[in-house]
Nanobody, 115 residues
Framework: QVQLVESGGGLVQPGGSLRLSCAAS????????MGWYRQAPGKQRELVAS???????DYADSVKGRFTISRDNAKKTVYLQMNNLKPEDTAVYYC?????????WGQGTQVTVSS
C-alpha cells in the first residue's frame, strides 16, 4: 500500500484560493490515476477531481473552472489548486487513487470557506 499525506488546507474567505498537496510514500504512485475527494459534515465522501497517469483530468461539475488538479511524479505529489472558493466547498479534503484506492485514507486536510 501507499501512504498518503494531505496538507495545505485552512480558513479562507469566499473568493479566495488554496493549494492542497498530497504526498505519496512510494514512487509506484506514478502508475496510478489519482483523485481528490472531499467530505462535508453529514455528507458522503465525493470525488471532486481526478488525473490519470498520462495527465488526463476530470472534474465534478461543482468545481469545474475553479479547481485544477496536477501531479509531479518525481516528487510523488498530487496538487489541487482551488480558486474562487465558495462556502459550499467547506469540507475535509482527501487524496487517494482513482478509480481504485491505492492506500488507506489519510487524515485529510480541512478547508473552511467563511467570511
Amino acid at each position: 500500500q501507499v501512504q498518503l499525506v494531505e496538507s495545505g488546507g485552512g480558513l479562507v474567505q469566499p473568493g479566495g484560493s488554496l493549494r492542497l498537496s498530497c504526498a505519496a510514500s512510494r514512487s509506484i504512485f506514478r502508475i496510478y490515476g489519482m483523485g481528490w475527494y472531499r467530505q462535508a459534515p453529514g455528507k458522503q465522501r465525493e470525488l471532486v477531481a481526478s488525473i490519470t497517469n498520462d495527465l488526463i483530468t476530470d472534474y465534478a461539475d461543482s468545481v469545474k473552472g475553479r479547481f485544477t488538479i496536477s501531479r509531479d511524479n518525481a516528487k510523488k505529489t498530487v496538487y489541487l489548486q482551488m480558486n474562487n472558493l465558495k462556502p459550499e466547498d467547506t469540507a475535509v479534503y482527501y487524496c487517494n487513487g482513482y478509480p481504485g484506492v491505492i492506500g488507506s485514507w489519510g487524515q485529510g486536510t480541512q478547508v473552511t470557506v467563511s467570511s
